[in-house]
C-alpha cells in the first residue's frame, strides 16, 4: 500500500471550544514522508509543530502540542479524520492556538476529506505491527489500553462513569474504512457539575449545547442551571429530569462511547505511522491514549525499521528458482533463499542458515560463525532483487558494488538462525545507481546494517 495525501485543499471555520475565537483551519496536500505537521500562520515565522505524541504537553480537555512556546489544542478530531480516512500526509494551518470544535466530532473533516478525494503517492505506508500484547495502565482512574496483534487495525472501547445518566457503554469499530459512517458524527460531552470548574480554568469559552453533548445527572435549583447558563453565556434551559440538554439529539445510544473511540483514533495518529493490532481501551481518555502512543514512539526511535514479520507457513513472493533467474549467483555464493515481502522502494529477503554452510569448515570448526562479509552480500543480493525486479527485462542486467558505508555488526549469527533481511532505497536511481540501507535481523534483533551503492550494468 502507498502512502496517500489529500487530492486539494480545503478550509473549516468555526469558533474554538476552548477560545471562543472565530478559527479558520487550511488542510493542505504534503510530500511523501511528511507526516502530520500545523502550521501557525497567525504567529510570527509561522513555526510548525510535528503532530507526533513526544509534542503532547497537555491533555486536560483535549490533546495539546507543541514546540517550544507555541501551542495548538484539540487537535484529535481532525486527526481522527486524517487517519481514519488513510492519510499520512497533511500540512494544517491554523490562526489560533485551537482547531475548531465545529458541531463537537470528525464529520466536517471526514465530510471535506471525502469532498476532494485523496492522492496516492509513490512510497510504501509504513505500518507499525504490533507483534506481542503491549498494556498500558493508570491504576489512579482504573484506566487501560491493551493492544493485541492483528491482521487489521479495530478498536474496543468500554466506558464507565458514576452517572445515574451516562454509567457503561460500549463501542467498536471492527474496519477503519467504516469511521466516517459509524463514529465521525459522535460528539465531545461533558456533565452540567463540570461545567463551573472548567470555566474558571479558563476553559470552554465556546461551549455550546450544539457543539457538545451536555449530560444533567445531578439534580439542581432552576436558579442554579441558569447561572451556569449565564456564565457560557448560551440561552437558560428548563429542565425538568435528568438526561441530555442538547438542542440535537444523540446520533446513537452510545454516542458518548463512539465519541471516546473518536478520541482514541485521533491520540493513535500521533504515532506517525498506521497502526496493525487489536486495541482494546477501558476508560480511555487523552492522557492513557497519548502514553500508550508515546511508548510506541520510543520503540519506532530506538529502531529504525522494526523486524519484518515472517510466516513461513505463507507462500514465498519469489522462491528459490525465480531468485536465479534474476541474480547470476550460484552455489555456493546465493544467499537469498526467498523474496517474503517487496514495496515500491524496499524488499524483504530470507536466508535460513544451517550447520551445512560450507564457510563454517574454517570460520570456525568449533564455533561457527556466520562471517559477517557474507552478511553484507546477502543484504547486497537482495538489494539486487530490488533493481533488477524493477527492469523491463532483469534478466539482461547485473548489479555491482561500488561502495559500503556505515558497517555495523551488532551480534554474531550463528547455524539455526533465519536470518530476515529489509533493504530499501536511499535515494531514486540516477545514472543506474541505486544508494540502499540494510538491516538483518535475527527475530526481533538488528545484527548488522550498513549502506550501500550498486550499480546496474546490462550484461554482454
Do not use: W
Amino acid at each position: 500500500m502507498n502512502q496517500q495525501t489529500i487530492k486539494e485543499e480545503f478550509t473549516l471555520v468555526g469558533k474554538g471550544l476552548h477560545t471562543g475565537l472565530e478559527i479558520t483551519a487550511r488542510f493542505l496536500p504534503a510530500p511523501e514522508n511528511h507526516g502530520y505537521k500545523i502550521k501557525r500562520v497567525d504567529l510570527e515565522g509561522q513555526p510548525v509543530i510535528d503532530a507526533l505524541a513526544e509534542n503532547v504537553v497537555d491533555t486536560n480537555r483535549g490533546t495539546v502540542v507543541a514546540k517550544g512556546d507555541v501551542r495548538v489544542s484539540t487537535i484529535e478530531h481532525a486527526m481522527a479524520a486524517l487517519y481514519a480516512s488513510g492519510i499520512d500526509n497533511c500540512l494544517i494551518e491554523v490562526n489560533a492556538p485551537e482547531l475548531p470544535i465545529l458541531d463537537g466530532s470528525a464529520r466536517a473533516y471526514c465530510e471535506e476529506i471525502a469532498r476532494v478525494g485523496l492522492q496516492e503517492q509513490k512510497a510504501d505506508k509504513d505500518f507499525y505491527f504490533i507483534k506481542s500484547r503491549i498494556e498500558v495502565r493508570d491504576e489512579k482512574t482504573g484506566s487501560s489500553i491493551i493492544v493485541l496483534p492483528d491482521d487489521d487495525f479495530s478498536l474496543d472501547v468500554k466506558i464507565d462513569f458514576n452517572s445515574k445518566v451516562l454509567n457503561n457503554q460500549y463501542a467498536s469499530l471492527e474496519h477503519i474504512e467504516d469511521f466516517r459512517e459509524s463514529i465521525s458524527a459522535s460528539r465531545t460531552f461533558v456533565f452540567v457539575r463540570e461545567i463551573e470548574p472548567l470555566v474558571k480554568n479558563n476553559l470552554i469559552k465556546g461551549g455550546d449545547l450544539d457543539n457538545a453533548i451536555v449530560i444533567y445527572d445531578t439534580p439542581m435549583e432552576q436558579v442554579e442551571l441558569d447561572r451556569l447558563a449565564d456564565l457560557m453565556n448560551v440561552p437558560r434551559k428548563d429542565v425538568g429530569q435528568l438526561g441530555y440538554l442538547n438542542n440535537i439529539p444523540l446520533t446513537s445510544e452510545n454516542e458518548p462511547a463512539r465519541h471516546k473511540l473518536l478520541d482514541l483514533i485521533g491520540d493513535l495518529a500521533l504515532i506517525g505511522r498506521p497502526l496493525k493490532g487489536r486495541v482494546i481501551a477501558t476508560r480511555p481518555g487523552h492522557s492513557i491514549n497519548t502514553t500508550f502512543a508515546k511508548k510506541i514512539r520510543r520503540e519506532i526511535k530506538h529502531q529504525e525499521v522494526q523486524a519484518p514479520i515472517y510466516n513461513p507457513n505463507r507462500e514465498p513472493l519469489m522462491d528459490n528458482n525465480r531468485i536465479r533467474e534474476l541474480l547470476p549467483h550460484r552455489y555456493p555464493f546465493l544467499l537469498v533463499d526467498k523474496i517474503i515481502e517487496k514495496g515500491s522502494n524496499y524488499i524483504v529477503g530470507v536466508k535460513n542458515i544451517t550447520a551445512n554452510e560450507p564457510f563454517f569448515q574454517g570460520h570456525f570448526p568449533q564455533e561457527p560463525v556466520l562471517p559477517g562479509v557474507l552478511q553484507i552480500e546477502a543484504m547486497a543480493q537482495t538489494g539486487g532483487i530490488l533493481v533488477l525486479s524493477g527492469l523491463e527485462d532483469p534478466e539482461l542486467y547485473s548489479t555491482y558494488f561500488m561502495k559500503i558505508d556505515n558497517v555495523k555488526f551488532r551480534q554474531k549469527v550463528v547455524p539455526g538462525d533465519t536470518l530476515l533481511f529489509h533493504v530499501s532505497f536511499m535515494t531514486e536511481l540516477r545514472r543506474g545507481c541505486a544508494m540502499m540501507k540494510g538491516y538483518a535481523f535475527v527475530g526481533e534483533k538488528i545484527v548488522t546494517e550498513c549502506e550501500f551503492m550498486a550499480q546496474i550494468i546490462k550484461n554482454k
